[in-house]
């Protein structure tokens, strides 16, 4: 297996545990974006967001363990999730972001696109890469790292553009 699968594989799996964990804990705020993105009957948004958080769980083990299901699923949803803020964007519609819990007041759109999309193509490649053989215990290690470091600009991308977003 090669550095860049491993390092596919942790990077996915974080982000999407990050995320549901922060969706879990802010169910309520995950849940009015989900309503107010207007892609789903009302009626169904309660079992949409649980739906969107079941699926980004399910991930996590799936791209640790099965990892070419795991990361075939990753960028499915991620895919999904771009075209959902792309969509967002050209509506106009401004709810918050909420895609890592209720942080976030920066409003869903193409940046959050450009970072999905960003994040599937990871995925994909690391599906596409599959199992080249063993690899050695150092390079596993530096994979984790360095997808643990690569990991924070993702999370946090919403304070990183409030950060250099230029004030009225």
Excluded at 40 to 57: S, T
Excluded at 152 to 167: E, N, Q, R, Y
Aim: proline residues 4%; contains cysteine.
């Amino acid at each position: 297996m090669s550095f860049y699968v491993v390092f596919a594989q942790c990077l996915v799996a974080l982000v999407f545990a990050v995320s549901a964990a922060g969706k879990v804990l802010g169910f309520k705020a995950f849940t009015k974006t989900v309503a107010d993105l207007r892609v789903v009957p009302r009626g169904l948004v309660p079992a949409a967001a649980a739906g969107v958080v079941a699926a980004e769980v399910v991930t996590v083990p799936l791209v640790l363990v099965a990892r070419s299901a795991g990361l075939l699923l990753a960028g499915i949803a991620l895919l999904v999730f771009a075209a959902v803020a792309e969509l967002t964007a050209r509506r106009g519609i401004s709810t918050a972001c909420n895609c890592f819990g209720a942080t976030s007041s920066r409003p869903l759109g193409r940046v959050h696109a450009v970072r999905n999309l960003a994040l599937a193509a990871v995925a994909v490649v690391g599906f596409a890469a599959g199992a080249s053989g063993p690899i050695e215990t150092g390079a596993v290690v530096l994979a984790v790292m360095a997808a643990g470091v690569a990991a924070i600009p993702i999370i946090k991308l919403d304070d990183i553009v409030d950060l250099f977003a230029t004030t009225a």
